[in-house]
């Protein structure tokens, strides 16, 4: 891994999909009308130098291999000197994604970012099994860790390990979706970014909401809300080949100060 980050950064790129854009924690002064952690860690960054620019090319319901295709070129003539790059939540979601291949190609795509001289960060994705609904992913999602955890110390890069941080509940950190995080799990992750490159930061966690006692009868009625809410549209757009990302563009596309 990355030795810690003691030198000021001066550009940072961010690439994904919904997770990096910021999606679940709104904010409708900001391009795409959410915040997220990528924001959040570039508005510290900022602080620490005078020429900082920052930009998001992440699209939410982008696969892997659409943010390497659509996203790494892009970013490398942006002249970063900080990359973010998460994917895979989206391909593990789907039963017959091909791990291995995938893995190839993020191996590739890695060795280009981290070729160009910049610091680059990687995640694994958090453990499903904190949800019910998704716990059936569980197994494709620890055999695509264990590949990110390989790559990333393949080419040097620093890694958070999302499946490895516990405690979480979802009534805490995700939105009313159950897919994405909420403020809280941005803020958090956010916090552990910062704390893998080394970089001191006054980030502290946010408070959690409270969550109300359910009856059975309550928990099964906001269950099948939910199911009506996100979930059948969800199934609507995979069975039609439709992205929540169709006609979304990258909120930041060029690498600019924070406004």
């Known amino acids: ?14 690439l994904g999909d919904s997770f990096t854009e910021g999606v679940g924690d709104p904010d409708p002064d900001r391009p795409n009308g959410c915040r997220g952690w990528a ?3 570039a508005e510290v960054l900022a602080t620490r130098t005078e020429d900082f620019g920052y930009a998001n090319l992440a699209i939410r ?32 979601l789907r039963p017959k994604v091909d791990l291995d291949a995938l893995a190839d190609q993020y191996d590739a795509g890695i060795g280009r970012l981290v070729g160009s001289g910049a610091q680059v960060v990687m995640f694994t994705i958090a ?4 949800n019910p609904v998704f716990r059936v ?6 055999i695509f860790n264990e590949w ?18 516990r405690g979480w509940k979802v009534s805490e950190v995700m939105d009313e979706d159950r897919l994405h995080l909420n403020a809280v799990g941005h803020n958090a992750i956010a916090i552990a970014v910062l704390d893998a490159l080394g970089i001191g930061h006054p980030l502290q966690p946010l408070p959690v909401r409270e969550s109300p006692t359910l009856t059975r009868r309550e928990q099964r009625r906001q269950n099948l809300e939910w199911a009506r809410t996100h979930a059948l549209p969800w199934v609507h757009r995979r069975l039609t080949g439709r992205s929540s990302g169709d006609g979304v563009q ?5 690498c600019d100060p924070i406004g």
């Not at 453990?127 to 904190?130: A, E, F, L, R």
Request: aromatic letters at 2%; charged letters at 25%; hydrophobic letters at 40%.
């Open 1 to 14: 891994m990355n030795a810690p980050t003691r030198q000021a950064l001066h550009r940072y790129v961010a």
């Open 61 to 92: 319901g982008r696969k892997l291999p659409a943010i390497l295709a659509e996203q790494v070129e892009p970013a490398l003539a942006l002249r970063p000197d900080l990359v973010t790059i998460h994917g895979g939540g989206n391909d593990v």
């Open 148 to 165: 990110a955890r390989e790559i990333a110390e393949k080419h040097g890069a620093t890694l958070v390990d999302m499946w490895r941080m």
């Open 250 to 254: 990258p909120k930041r596309p060029a």
């Open 127 to 130: 453990d499903p099994g904190i």
């Open 39 to 41: 924001d959040r860690v």
């Open 137 to 142: 992913i569980r197994g494709r999602t620890a």
